[in-house]
């Protein structure tokens, strides 16, 4: 479905992302992780539009780098971000509404005013029930607690009906039990046939549900495999004690 080939991104005299290489199959629940700095978000960023590159990005076979990220999101390419990006003066309703606009050729913000019952408000309702957040549909987004915040950016980014969505730390600042949930919504979002690329600091929750799980170390790719193996890799071990240990200091 993805696929990254030689990937380079510089800030001046800065090397973020060098030679980055990486294929993401269809249906399955890919990570990557890495310390902090390692360069995973601005891989994301080239993948979503945000960020120029050196190299190239496939996405079932077409070039992305052509493509602005509005075109990316038309195509079946949606996001969640790191530092949350909702409209809080708006309802999880109309929030939802908004992730839509890559589907509809009309007047979208008019229909967000006007329209009750429309096909559209339907698909609304799905994703709501989906999420377990219907009862919430009217509250505004100001209002919500973090953990539910973070579900309701992810059902934006469902709304757009992608094929592949990119999860960039969604469980960073929840509870046991939010966490636990939002490994039931990871695994209902992939029933539903759709691509996850995840980038992630907890490793419990990779490890329990990923099938390949890639690294990143200063930019690079120092390993990847199933999280078995990962889990085992010297190097990898490495680099996270070594990021500990920097820590202390």
């Known amino acids: 479905m993805l696929k990254m080939e030689d990937v380079t991104v510089q800030f001046g005299g800065l090397t973020a992302v060098s030679n980055f290489s990486m294929e993401v199959k269809e249906g399955e629940i890919h990570s990557l992780i890495g310390p902090n700095g390692a360069g995973k978000t601005t891989v994301m960023n080239c993948i979503s539009g945000f960020q120029k590159f050196k190299g190239e990005i496939y996405f079932r076979g077409e070039k992305l780098s052509p493509l602005p990220p509005y075109k990316r999101a038309e195509i079946g390419i949606a996001r969640t971000f790191q530092n949350l990006e909702l409209f809080n003066s708006m309802t ?30 339907e698909d609304v309702l799905k994703i709501a029930d989906l999420l377990g957040i219907t009862r919430f549909l009217d509250a505004y987004v100001a209002f919500l607690p973090y953990g539910l915040k973070k579900v309701v950016e992810i059902g934006r980014a469902l709304a757009s009906n992608p094929k592949l969505i990119m999860l960039d730390e969604p469980a960073a600042g929840l509870t046991f039990e939010e966490k636990e949930n939002l490994k039931k919504i990871i695994g209902v979002i992939r029933k539903n046939g759709i691509t996850i690329l995840l980038i992630e600091h907890d490793m419990s929750l990779v490890m329990d549900i990923s099938d390949i799980v890639t690294v990143m170390s200063s930019g690079k790719k120092i390993a990847e495999g199933i999280p078995e193996d990962i889990s085992k890799n010297k190097l990898v071990i490495d680099v996270y004690l070594g990021e500990s240990k920097d820590a202390v200091a």
């Not at 992730?99 to 096909?119: C, P, Q, W, Y």
Request: hydrophobic share 40%.
């Open 92 to 121: 999880v309703k109309e929030n939802l509404l908004l992730g839509m606009h890559s589907r509809e050729k009309k007047n979208f913000l008019s229909d967000i005013v006007v329209a009750k019952e429309t096909k559209i408000t």
